[in-house]
């Protein structure tokens, strides 16, 4: 991975492989690796839900925001989305319903 060159993977090494005492240290020790994806911490951010009206399609967003023609981010100046997988115009293509707000932060 281009992103975690030698000086990374050599700190990542010695933190794995460390014998000093740590306090904070996982009990089955650390396993810092160069390949991961963070899944899991952006799916606990996502408390805003919004389901849409009509399909009862579910949108879970880490920002108090509706689903809208603002989360596409390959429209043209003409207004034209050029994203096959854009979440927003394939939702308006095949369903067109609002989404309305359905669960938020305690």
Known sequence: RDDHGPKFQ??????????????????AGYNITIYHTFHDEVE???K?????CRCKRIVKRAMNR????????????????SDRNCLWHTHERACGGQF???KEPD
């Open 48 to 52: 805003h839900w919004w389901q849409c």
């Open 44 to 46: 606990h951010y996502r």
């Open 66 to 81: 509706a689903p809208s023609v603002k989360d596409c981010w390959r429209i043209s100046k003409h207004g034209i989305c």
């Open 100 to 102: 309305d707000k359905i």
């Open 10 to 27: 050599f700190k990542m090494n010695s933190i794995n492989t460390s014998t000093v005492i740590d306090p904070f240290r996982p009990s």
